[in-house]
C-alpha cells in the first residue's frame, strides 16, 4: 500500500465525512436543544436532494444556487414541522415522538415517490468541476474538494453563530435548561423552531450535496438517518464538535475499514457505536447527562 | 360473565378462521400473527420495563436464521427447530441485553439499536454462511407446514401460548417487581430488588418470544433474508404494541391485527402503503395518545 493510495483513501474518507456531517450535525442540535430523537431526519436529508434535482431542473450548473435555495426550503419546512407536528407531543413520553417522526419518514419517503416517482436521480457536477485533479499520479473527483470546503465552511458557521452571537448562546442555554430560560424570559418555543429549522435546513443541504457523485433514491433515507444515529453517538449527542469528530471517524473507518475487510467495513462502523455507547455513552465530546436527569 | 362471553365468540372466530377466510385472507392472518407474537415479545420489555428496544429484529432475525441454517445444513426437519430458534435467539438477547439494559432511556435505544444494526451487517455480508443478501431461500417446511391451515394454526399455538406466557409473568410477583423498578428504580433498589437481574432476565424472555416469531416467519416465506434483522423490523413490532396501545395485554396483538390487515387492503388499492401508514400514524400520535386499546373508555388500562 503506497502512500499516495493512503492520501487518496484518506480524502475519500474525508469527503464521505462531510456529508455525514451536515447530515448529522443538525440531529445533534436537535436533540440537544429539543430532546427529540428525530427518525424523519435522513429522509430531509434524502429530500434535499430531490429539492435540488427539482430546483434545477436537472441542470448541472445550476447547482449554487440551487444549494442555497434547498436549504432555504429545508428551512421552511422544517419550520413547518416543528410548528404543526412536533409542538403537540413535546412533553409526552419519548415513544410517541419517535413514532411521530418515524411516521414521516413513511411519509416522506412515498411522498416523494409520488412527486418525483422512484426512479434514481443524478446530477453530474457542474462543467467546471466535472475533472478529476491529479494527486500523486491518482485520479481524485474535483467536486469532492467542494464538499469538504462545504462541510468545514458549514462547522465554521456554526462555530461562530453558537459562541459568538446572542442567539447561539440561547440555543447552547436551551440545550441545559429549557426551564430556566423560559423563566428568563426567553421566547423558547419560537428558539425550538429555529432550531429544528436549522437542523432540517443542514440535513437538507447536506443531502443535495451529494447529489452530483451520487444517484439517490427514497430508499436512502433509511440508511442516511442509521448513519446520522451512528455519528452523532460516537461524537455525542448534542454536540456540535462530537458531530464533527464522529463523522470524520466514521468516514475513514469506512474508507480504511474497506481495505482490511472490505464485507465488514460497516460492521466496525457499529462495533465503534456499541464499544462508544458501552464506555462512554454519552459520546466521545458529548457531557455526562447531570444528575437531575 | 360478559367478558367470558366476548373471549369465547373471539376464540371461536379465531379456530375457525381457516375454514371461512379465503387462501389470500389466510395468509395475511399468519402474518399478523407472526407479527402479534413479535409485538407482544417486544411489549413484554417496553410495557413492563418502560425500555423501549429498537433491536428486537436481531432476536427475530435469529430466531428465523436459526431455523433457515438447521434446515438446510443440518436437514432438521422445521418443527424440530423451534427450540432451537428459540435458544439461540434467547442466548442473543442475554449478552445483548447483559450489556444494554444497565442503561437507560435514550441510551438503551441506541444501543439495542447499534447491536442489532451489528448483527445485521454480519449476516447481510457473511456469504459463505448466511448467504448474505440473498438470504436462505428454498425452503420446505415439509409437507404439514407446507400447508397454509396447519401453519396458522402453529402461528395461533404459539401466539397464545407466549400471550399466556406474558400474561402469567404480568400477573406474577416478577411482573410486580419490573414494574416497581420502571416507576421507582432507587425504591426498588432499596426493598433489596436487583434491576440488572430482572431486567435482563424480561430481556433474555421477550428475545426468546421474539425468535420463536422468527421461527414462524421462516415457514411463512420459505425464505430468511437480512431484512429480518433490518431496523426497520424492530421499528414494525413497536408501531404495533402503540398502534394498539402498549398499556393493555392485547394491545399489540391488536395493534398487529390492524397493522397487517390495513396494510393487505391498503396495498391491494395503492402502492403508496407507508404514505397510508404514515398519516394513521401520525393522526394516532396526536389524537389518540392511548392507542386503538384506548377507544374502549380508558378504564381497561392495565394497573
Same mark, same amino acid.
Given at each position: 500500500?503506497?502512500?499516495?493510495?493512503?492520501?487518496?483513501?484518506?480524502?475519500?474518507?474525508?469527503?464521505?465525512?462531510?456529508?455525514?456531517?451536515?447530515?448529522?450535525?443538525?440531529?445533534?442540535?436537535? &436533540?440537544?436543544?429539543?430532546?427529540? @430523537?428525530?427518525?424523519?431526519?435522513? =429522509?430531509?436529508?434524502?429530500?434535499?436532494?430531490?429539492?435540488?434535482?427539482?430546483?434545477?431542473?436537472?441542470? #448541472?450548473?445550476?447547482?449554487?444556487?440551487?444549494?442555497?435555495?434547498?436549504?432555504?426550503?429545508?428551512?421552511?419546512?422544517?419550520?413547518?414541522?416543528?410548528?404543526?407536528?412536533?409542538? #403537540?407531543?413535546?412533553?409526552?413520553?419519548?415513544?410517541?415522538?419517535?413514532?411521530?417522526?418515524?411516521?414521516?419518514?413513511?411519509?416522506?419517503?412515498?411522498?416523494?415517490?409520488?412527486?418525483?416517482?422512484?426512479?434514481?436521480?443524478?446530477?453530474? *457536477?457542474?462543467?467546471?468541476?466535472?475533472?478529476? @485533479?491529479?494527486?500523486?499520479?491518482?485520479?481524485?473527483?474535483?467536486?469532492?474538494?467542494?464538499?469538504?470546503?462545504?462541510?468545514? $465552511?458549514?462547522?465554521?458557521?456554526?462555530?461562530?453563530?453558537?459562541?459568538?452571537?446572542?442567539?447561539?448562546? !440561547?440555543?447552547?442555554?436551551?440545550?441545559?435548561?429549557?426551564?430556566?430560560?423560559?423563566?428568563?424570559? @426567553?421566547?423558547?418555543?419560537?428558539?425550538?423552531?429555529?432550531?429544528?429549522?436549522?437542523?432540517?435546513?443542514?440535513?437538507?443541504?447536506?443531502?443535495?450535496?451529494?447529489? #452530483?457523485?451520487?444517484?439517490?433514491? #427514497?430508499?436512502?433515507?433509511?440508511?442516511?438517518?442509521? =448513519?446520522?444515529?451512528?455519528?452523532?453517538?460516537?461524537?455525542? !449527542?448534542?454536540?456540535?464538535?462530537? $458531530?464533527?469528530?464522529?463523522?470524520?471517524?466514521?468516514?475513514?473507518?469506512?474508507?480504511?475499514?474497506?481495505?482490511?475487510?472490505?464485507?465488514? =467495513?460497516?460492521?466496525?462502523?457499529?462495533?465503534?457505536?456499541?464499544?462508544?455507547?458501552?464506555?462512554?455513552?454519552?459520546?466521545?465530546?458529548?457531557?455526562?447527562?447531570?444528575?437531575?436527569? | 360473565?360478559?367478558?367470558?362471553?366476548?373471549?369465547?365468540? @373471539?376464540?371461536?372466530?379465531?379456530?375457525?378462521?381457516?375454514?371461512?377466510?379465503?387462501?389470500?385472507?389466510?395468509?395475511?392472518?399468519?402474518?399478523?400473527?407472526?407479527?402479534?407474537?413479535?409485538?407482544?415479545?417486544?411489549?413484554?420489555? &417496553?410495557?413492563?420495563?418502560?425500555?423501549?428496544?429498537?433491536?428486537?429484529?436481531?432476536?427475530?432475525?435469529?430466531?428465523?436464521?436459526?431455523?433457515?441454517?438447521?434446515?438446510?445444513?443440518?436437514?432438521?426437519?422445521?418443527?424440530?427447530?423451534?427450540?432451537?430458534?428459540?435458544?439461540?435467539?434467547?442466548?442473543?438477547?442475554?449478552?445483548?441485553?447483559?450489556?444494554?439494559?444497565?442503561?437507560?432511556?435514550?441510551?438503551?435505544?441506541?444501543?439495542?439499536?447499534?447491536?442489532?444494526?451489528?448483527?445485521?451487517?454480519?449476516?447481510?455480508?457473511?456469504?459463505? &454462511?448466511?448467504?448474505?443478501?440473498?438470504?436462505?431461500?428454498?425452503?420446505? *417446511?415439509?409437507?404439514?407446514?407446507?400447508?397454509?391451515?396447519?401453519?396458522?394454526?402453529?402461528?395461533?399455538?404459539?401466539?397464545?401460548?407466549?400471550?399466556?406466557?406474558?400474561?402469567?409473568?404480568?400477573?406474577?410477583?416478577?411482573?410486580?417487581?419490573?414494574?416497581?423498578?420502571?416507576?421507582?428504580?432507587?425504591?426498588?433498589?432499596?426493598?433489596?430488588?436487583?434491576?440488572?437481574?430482572?431486567?435482563?432476565?424480561?430481556?433474555?424472555?421477550?428475545?426468546?418470544?421474539?425468535?420463536?416469531?422468527?421461527?414462524?416467519?421462516?415457514?411463512?416465506?420459505? =425464505?430468511?433474508?437480512?431484512?429480518?434483522?433490518?431496523?426497520?423490523?424492530?421499528?414494525?413490532?413497536?408501531?404495533?404494541?402503540?398502534?394498539?396501545?402498549?398499556?393493555?395485554?392485547?394491545?399489540?396483538?391488536?395493534?398487529?391485527?390492524?397493522?397487517?390487515?390495513?396494510?393487505?387492503?391498503?396495498?391491494?388499492?395503492?402502492?403508496?402503503?407507508?404514505?397510508?401508514?404514515?398519516?394513521?400514524?401520525?393522526?394516532?400520535?396526536?389524537?389518540?395518545?392511548?392507542?386503538?386499546?384506548?377507544?374502549?373508555?380508558?378504564?381497561?388500562?392495565?394497573?
Amino acid at each position: 500500500m503506497d502512500l499516495s493510495f493512503v492520501v487518496l483513501q484518506f480524502l475519500t474518507g474525508l469527503a464521505y465525512a462531510s456529508s455525514l456531517f451536515l447530515l448529522a450535525v443538525g440531529l445533534s442540535l436537535i &436533540f440537544g436543544a429539543l430532546g427529540i @430523537v428525530n427518525f424523519a431526519h435522513g =429522509s430531509f436529508y434524502m429530500l434535499g436532494a430531490y429539492l435540488l434535482y427539482w430546483v434545477v431542473r436537472g441542470d #448541472p450548473e445550476g447547482l449554487w444556487w440551487g444549494l442555497v435555495v434547498v436549504a432555504a426550503l429545508g428551512f421552511v419546512i422544517g419550520a413547518a414541522t416543528e410548528r404543526l407536528l412536533l409542538r #403537540p407531543v413535546y412533553g409526552r413520553p419519548e415513544h410517541y415522538q419517535i413514532l411521530l417522526t418515524y411516521a414521516l419518514l413513511l411519509v416522506i419517503e412515498d411522498g416523494v415517490k409520488l412527486l418525483f416517482g422512484s426512479a434514481y436521480k443524478s446530477l453530474g *457536477p457542474p462543467a467546471a468541476l466535472a475533472y478529476p @485533479v491529479w494527486i500523486a499520479g491518482a485520479p481524485f473527483p474535483a467536486y469532492y474538494f467542494v464538499q469538504i470546503a462545504l462541510a468545514l $465552511a458549514v462547522a465554521g458557521a456554526l462555530w461562530f453563530f453558537l459562541q459568538r452571537t446572542r442567539s447561539g448562546a !440561547l440555543v447552547r442555554a436551551a440545550t441545559q435548561d429549557r426551564e430556566m430560560l423560559e423563566a428568563l424570559g @426567553v421566547n423558547v418555543p419560537r428558539l425550538l423552531t429555529v432550531v429544528f429549522a436549522m437542523g432540517i435546513a443542514l440535513a437538507a443541504l447536506g443531502g443535495a450535496a451529494t447529489l #452530483p457523485m451520487q444517484t439517490v433514491s #427514497p430508499g436512502i433515507a433509511v440508511e442516511a438517518v442509521i =448513519s446520522a444515529f451512528i455519528v452523532v453517538v460516537v461524537g455525542g !449527542l448534542g454536540s456540535v464538535w462530537g $458531530a464533527l469528530l464522529g463523522a470524520f471517524l466514521i468516514g475513514e473507518i469506512q474508507a480504511f475499514g474497506v481495505l482490511v475487510l472490505p464485507e465488514f =467495513s460497516i460492521a466496525f462502523v457499529y462495533l465503534l457505536m456499541v464499544v462508544v455507547l458501552l464506555v462512554r455513552p454519552w459520546g466521545l465530546l458529548g457531557r455526562p447527562p447531570a444528575v437531575r436527569t | 360473565m360478559k367478558t367470558n362471553a366476548w373471549i369465547l365468540a @373471539v376464540l371461536a372466530l379465531l379456530l375457525s378462521a381457516p375454514w371461512w377466510l379465503p387462501d389470500y385472507g389466510l395468509e395475511v392472518a399468519i402474518q399478523a400473527l407472526i407479527l402479534a407474537l413479535f409485538a407482544t415479545a417486544f411489549n413484554l420489555v &417496553f410495557a413492563e420495563t418502560g425500555l423501549l428496544s429498537f433491536g428486537h429484529a436481531a432476536f427475530f432475525g435469529a430466531g428465523a436464521y436459526t431455523v433457515a441454517l438447521l434446515m438446510q445444513r443440518a436437514g432438521w426437519p422445521y418443527l424440530l427447530t423451534l427450540p432451537a430458534a428459540v435458544l439461540v435467539a434467547g442466548l442473543l438477547a442475554l449478552v445483548i441485553g447483559f450489556f444494554s439494559v444497565r442503561t437507560s432511556r435514550i441510551y438503551f435505544t441506541m444501543l439495542t439499536l447499534a447491536f442489532a444494526q451489528l448483527v445485521w451487517a454480519v449476516v447481510h455480508k457473511w456469504y459463505a &454462511f448466511t448467504g448474505g443478501d440473498n438470504g436462505i431461500t428454498g425452503l420446505h *417446511p415439509g409437507a404439514l407446514w407446507g400447508d397454509a391451515r396447519a401453519l396458522y394454526y402453529l402461528a395461533l399455538l404459539l401466539f397464545a401460548l407466549g400471550f399466556y406466557l406474558v400474561r402469567a409473568l404480568h400477573n406474577s410477583p416478577f411482573g410486580y417487581a419490573l414494574r416497581a423498578i420502571r416507576d421507582n428504580p432507587a425504591r426498588a433498589e432499596a426493598v433489596g430488588l436487583s434491576p440488572f437481574g430482572y431486567l435482563l432476565a424480561a430481556f433474555t424472555l421477550s428475545g426468546a418470544l421474539a425468535g420463536a416469531a422468527g421461527f414462524l416467519q421462516v415457514a411463512w416465506q420459505r =425464505s430468511a433474508f437480512p431484512d429480518f434483522l433490518y431496523w426497520t423490523k424492530s421499528a414494525e413490532a413497536i408501531i404495533a404494541a402503540i398502534l394498539g396501545g402498549a398499556q393493555a395485554l392485547f394491545g399489540p396483538a391488536l395493534g398487529s391485527l390492524v397493522f397487517v390487515e390495513l396494510g393487505a387492503f391498503v396495498q391491494s388499492r395503492t402502492e403508496y402503503w407507508p404514505l397510508v401508514l404514515g398519516l394513521v400514524l401520525l393522526a394516532l400520535v396526536l389524537f389518540l395518545p392511548q392507542g386503538l386499546a384506548g377507544l374502549g373508555g380508558g378504564g381497561r388500562a392495565r394497573g
